[in-house]
């Protein structure tokens, strides 16, 4: 082989790399060239002997001394299509087996083929560029913008309120605002004021409204997020029971249904308290004392917040500030509170329902197992640990409740509860039992019912997934540590089963405290009746706030 047919052969196979799909073989399948090189090679061979491939090596090394740009892809089409009738054949056409269909979409294959190779020059190295598509911004570090004609209707409202010599409103005058612009209940006017009047100059004005309200994009936000943030202290992520306080004080000076509070502070600091405490004790799940915003949109607080806003009579609304509820609650820690120094230790709260508890249960209570007392005073129970356990005592149908007595009952702590620990708190109602001339029932009788009603996942063991799914797992603690109420659940009053078919949508707590308030001021009208007087409270005996 001559110098020159040399130079040429490797000039070829520079530019072709022997890839088999340049040849472009209609009759042979990719598969079957890729596999067996020497056929590839046999194929070249014949593919260079051909007088079309001899003209293209030569225009091919001419163009590369003269230094113009060589469009090998082109060259090879053309030779290609002159030449392919001229290759033999490799099957016959009687026993040739079909090729697969080409597709023309979904084939790498065929879009390296169409795709053009003048963006790369290369044929080795075929695409094309990818689609860009412009993804509208769904995320706003502070709050989504509002539109423009939620803009304008703002600022006409705005424009509208703030129309005065001032240019501005007074504390007294800015619950119009909160209730027209911000939609928002009529007591939390106060916090919104102050929480736009940084510098306590007395007076919002409009420009300053506009600000905080509109340019803050807080006229986008949902309602339980607009709340968080008026009620919440600058830096923090979260909510105490501090942060409640001004809502609470603005609802008692203005509800119409709390006003014959307001010549008595002392009940209304109560009043207060009790309220933050129910709010804490249902939502701040995690009872860390700190309430997030998801906690805050996963409670029912901000509905309840709405209906006291229009609801004048204050005990309709049964979450959180129904007064009557509080009534209760203050009247039971009175009572057990027997030298009024606002602390109850283990020989009051025995005394609770009737001595309805167990000493072993009220022995875990205060081991603080459920919870961390609020009260520093060891071995005794503050007013809020009261209203923690109570809420949780009347009403063992609450996810809170269920928490609560499960981690009395879980001794070891290991997340289940076992017979054992049950037997360890159901051997004092056993022995309880037999004191007061009832029939016994054995804990293994007992053991089957509690799995007849909770239906675990295992027999062995009872975890608190097993207790909320069911809606008998109050009953379970019943048996195990309140007698009175295992024993109403074993008698079954159909006059109370009766009510709860009636109206499902009220809790055992609605149901308890509707009851237990109509007994104490039965109880308050008699004794006034024998004192001839109308005051009901002995305020020389009440606690300071």
């Known amino acids: 082989m001559s110098l020159s047919l040399k130079m040429e052969i490797d000039t070829v196979e520079d530019v072709t790399c022997l890839n088999p799909e340049l040849l472009q073989l209609p009759e042979v399948s990719p598969f079957v060239l890729k596999t067996t090189p020497l056929l590839v090679d046999d194929l070249f061979s014949q593919w260079l002997s051909l007088p079309e491939t001899g003209n293209l090596v030569k225009s091919l090394i001419n163009d590369a001394k003269a230094g113009t740009a060589v469009n090998a892809c082109a060259n090879f089409s053309n030779v290609n299509a002159v030449g392919s009738n001229s290759l033999p054949s490799m099957f016959s056409s009687v026993n040739a087996p079909p090729l697969s269909p080409r597709s023309s979409s979904g084939s790498p294959r065929s879009s390296k083929q169409k795709s053009s190779p003048s963006a790369l020059g290369s044929p080795l190295k075929l695409f094309s560029d990818p689609m860009q598509e412009v993804i509208p911004q769904f995320y706003f570090q502070n709050g989504r913008p509002p539109t423009k004609e939620l803009k304008e209707q703002s600022l006409s409202k705005i424009n509208h309120l703030f129309n005065n010599p001032l240019n501005g409103l007074l504390i007294d005058e800015f619950k119009t605002v909160t209730k027209e612009v911000c939609k928002l209940p009529s007591f939390l006017s106060s916090a919104l004021f102050r929480k736009i009047d940084v510098d306590c100059v007395g007076i919002v004005t409009r420009d300053a409204f506009i600000t905080y309200w509109v340019d803050g994009n807080m006229l986008t936000?949902?309602?339980?997020?607009?709340?968080?943030?008026?009620?919440?202290?600058?830096?923090?992520?979260?909510?105490?029971?501090?942060?409640?306080?001004?809502?609470?004080?603005?609802?008692?000076?203005?509800?119409?249904?709390?006003?014959?509070?307001?010549?008595?502070?002392?009940?209304?600091?109560?009043?207060?308290?009790?309220?933050?405490?129910?709010?804490?004790?249902?939502?701040?799940?995690?009872?860390?004392g700190r309430l997030t915003l998801r906690e805050l949109k996963r409670g029912e607080l901000i509905s309840a917040m709405q209906q006291a806003d229009e609801e004048d009579d204050i005990n309709k609304v049964l979450r959180y500030f129904s007064y009557e509820h509080f009534y209760v609650i203050y009247c039971k820690f009175w009572e057990l509170d027997t030298d009024h120094d606002f602390f109850i230790d283990r020989e009051n709260l025995i005394r609770y329902g009737n001595h309805a508890l167990t000493y072993r249960?009220?022995?875990?209570?205060?081991?603080?197992?459920?919870?961390?007392?609020?009260?520093?005073?060891?071995?005794?129970?503050?007013?809020?640990d009261f209203v923690y356990f109570m809420l949780s005592e009347e009403d063992k149908s609450s996810e809170p409740s269920l928490e609560y007595w499960f981690k009395c009952i879980d001794l070891d702590g290991n997340g289940v509860l076992t017979p054992n620990e049950m037997q360890f708190f159901y051997e004092e109602q056993l022995h309880r039992m037999e004191c007061l001339a009832l029939e016994p029932v054995l804990f293994e009788d007992i053991l089957c019912q509690i799995i007849d009603m909770i239906a675990p996942e295992r027999e062995d063991c009872i975890t608190?997934?097993?207790?909320?799914?069911?809606?008998?797992?109050?009953?379970?603690?019943?048996?195990?540590?309140?007698?009175?109420?295992?024993?109403?659940f074993e008698t079954r009053d159909p006059f109370l089963i009766r009510q709860e078919r009636e109206d499902p949508t009220l809790t055992e707590w609605d149901r308890f405290a509707h009851r237990e308030y109509i007994r104490l001021s039965m109880e308050e009208d008699v004794e006034d009746a024998s004192n001839g007087s109308a005051d009901v409270w002995d305020q020389s005996l009440e606690a300071p706030f």
């Open 221 to 288: 936000m949902d309602v339980a997020t607009q709340i968080f943030e008026i009620l919440k202290r600058p830096g923090h992520k979260h909510l105490t029971q501090v942060d409640f306080r001004p809502l609470l004080r603005e609802l008692l000076a203005t509800h119409p249904g709390l006003k014959f509070l307001q010549n008595t502070p002392e009940f209304q600091d109560r009043y207060a308290e009790t309220v933050i405490y129910r709010i804490f004790y249902h939502m701040n799940r995690s009872g860390n």
């Open 464 to 488: 608190l997934q097993d207790l909320k799914g069911s809606k008998l797992s109050g009953n379970v603690f019943n048996i195990l540590f309140n007698l009175n109420k295992f024993m109403a």
């Open 361 to 384: 249960i009220v022995d875990r209570i205060f081991s603080q197992a459920p919870r961390k007392f609020a009260c520093d005073v060891e071995g005794k129970m503050g007013y809020e």
